[in-house]
């Protein structure tokens, strides 16, 4: 007996047995797709994560933003403006201040002076004196006869204020022998006296250029208003007695200067110490 033919609701039934098996596989693939995509977008998730760069920061590795846990941490925002409680603002202002208190010599080089001290103009004053003094240098000097006087010196180009003009040259003595040479002089009053007596560390001292040289200074006439003033330099421990210009002086003029003998003895003896 066929059992198709007995039960006519048997294909239909087994057309749906049928149906609901090849439903149930199908929905067991599609799980498994489902469950594979899932599986595959979690993977490439915690691919992502691990090959995603993260910020770790020193301190502890359990809770690197927390502070005051870890003082040696710094707390970084979500902007990421503010690092140790500063913002990126204050530290530009900060650069820009810097760059503006800069200082002049960050531009330009320091540029040393070249003006010497009043000590240092005063010692090479005293070393270019003492070299004229050593060789005998008497420059812009002239010798002219003046009518009632006999010979003068006149400057031969000008001289400024407290220059240097010419050395009042002779014998260096002490005042023993100075007075025995004064004392011949007076024995002949044709023979002159050209002796200059002055006080040096507390003793006294004669320069005499009664003898006949080449020398200039020995020939500078007598006024109480000259234009040139003595003074003493030394050299390693000797005196010299110079002149200075005691003002500034033109070419032509005569140089003069004030032999300071108020004695009656050397006024009688010449009237024009007076003047």
């Known amino acids: 007996m066929n059992p198709l033919r007995s039960n006519p609701l048997a294909p239909l039934l087994h057309e749906n047995s049928a149906a609901d098996t090849s439903r149930r596989s199908e929905g067991i693939r599609l799980s498994r797709v489902k469950e594979t995509r899932s599986s595959r977008s979690s993977c490439q998730r915690y691919a992502e994560e691990q090959n995603t760069p993260k910020l770790i920061l020193s301190g502890s590795?359990?809770?690197?933003?927390?502070?005051?846990?870890h003082p040696g941490t710094k707390k970084l925002t979500k902007s990421g403006q503010r690092i140790n409680g500063e913002k990126s603002t204050d530290r530009k202002l900060k650069v820009k201040e810097s760059e503006l208190n800069r200082k002049v010599t960050d531009y330009f080089p320091v540029r040393r002076s070249c003006r010497k001290s009043k000590a240092e103009l005063k010692c090479e004053k005293q070393r270019h004196i003492d070299d004229l003094i050593r060789n005998g240098?008497?420059?812009?000097?002239?010798?002219k006869s003046i009518?009632?006087?006999g010979r003068g010196i006149f400057a031969d180009r000008p001289f400024q204020?407290?220059?240097?003009?010419?050395?009042y040259h002779g014998d260096l003595l002490e005042i023993s022998d100075a007075k025995a040479r004064e004392s011949q002089y007076a024995q002949d009053p044709s023979t002159g006296c050209y002796m200059y007596?002055?006080?040096y560390h507390d003793k006294t001292y004669c320069v005499d250029a009664t003898k006949e040289s080449n020398r200039l200074g020995r020939l500078i006439n007598h006024s109480k208003n000259g234009n040139l003033q003595t003074k003493l330099h030394d050299i390693k421990g000797t005196p010299h007695l110079?002149?200075?210009a005691s003002r500034d002086i033109e070419v032509d003029e005569e140089l003069l200067y004030d032999y300071?003998?108020?004695?009656k003895e050397a006024i009688a003896a010449h009237p024009w110490l007076k003047n």
């Open 61 to 69: 590795h359990n809770d690197p933003t927390d502070p005051q846990k």
């Open 137 to 143: 240098v008497e420059e812009g000097l002239k010798v």
């Open 147 to 149: 009518e009632g006087k």
């Open 161 to 167: 204020k407290d220059q240097f003009v010419v050395e």
């Open 197 to 199: 007596y002055f006080r």
């Open 242 to 244: 110079i002149f200075l």
């Open 260 to 263: 300071g003998d108020r004695s």
